[in-house]
């Protein structure tokens, strides 16, 4: 399967700062990307579906001037936590799609701590 | 919008069999996945299913009922390292036509000795 590895894996930050989370598709070129929220005893939440070379695609209810996605090249897409508050905290998990089998796989996380 | 149901807790014997259940409501349906998440862990595909009927694959089963917006997943012969949370999640039409994927909020396994 799809090798997918986000950095860094745990972020402890103070609020109002701004975290970056860096999510690479390692074997494969991944056009599309999402990213996920998990808070704790929660499910998933599809945050938003980031897309190489346009902007991304926000679900209802996320701020995308808060949640800032880039999505530069196939292999890499960013998320950035602006101005992040306690409440932010939070498991952040990446995942693209093999558009040769129907699976989605998952980076391994990034586990936020907003002080 | 997307409703999944599962049960929140089970707890099963290690070498015995377990079933955990899976009913979904949905517009736009486009398949059913089964994935395991370890506590701090992100999850990992176990297994699909777009069409009625079972899928296997070694210890791992996967029914779907399309009519009836009914899965399950059974796992045989369980071990220990089986203990995790089981997400039921289907893949539906999103707004701008691409395939997203609703999440349950899991079932959590306990295998007992």
């Known amino acids: 399967g799809a090798v997918v590895s986000q950095h860094p894996s745990r972020v402890i930050c103070k609020s109002g700062t701004s975290v970056k989370i860096e999510c690479r598709s390692l074997?494969?070129?991944?056009?599309?990307m999402f990213w996920y929220r998990q808070f704790p005893k929660q499910s998933l939440m599809l945050m938003a579906t980031s897309n190489e070379g346009s902007k991304a695609t926000y679900e209802q209810g996320v701020e995308k001037d808060k949640f800032l996605i880039n999505h530069a090249s196939l292999t890499l897409s960013t998320l950035t936590v602006t101005s992040a508050h306690p409440e932010d905290s939070s498991f952040y998990i990446c995942s693209v799609r093999s558009g040769q089998v129907n699976e989605q796989f998952f980076g391994p996380g990034t586990r936020l701590t907003v002080l | 919008g997307q409703n999944i149901d599962q049960p929140t807790e089970m707890t099963a014997t290690e070498g015995a069999i377990v079933q955990i259940n899976c009913t979904y409501q949905?517009?736009?349906?486009?398949?059913l996945f089964w994935y395991q998440q370890h506590a701090g862990e992100a999850p990992t595909f176990l297994s699909y299913?777009?069409?009625?009927g079972l899928e296997e694959k070694g210890r791992f089963s996967s029914f779907l009922s399309r009519s009836k917006g009914y899965s399950y997943l059974l796992l045989k012969e369980l071990q220990m390292k089986d203990s995790a949370s089981y997400l039921c999640?289907?893949?539906?039409?999103?707004?701008?036509?691409?395939?997203?994927?609703?999440f349950g909020t899991g079932t959590r396994l306990t295998v007992i000795p």
């Open positions: 999640a289907v893949r539906y039409q999103g707004q701008t036509g691409a395939n997203n994927l609703f």
């Open positions: 949905t517009s736009g349906f486009n398949g």
């Open positions: 074997d494969f070129q991944a056009t599309t």
């Open positions: 299913n777009v069409l009625d």
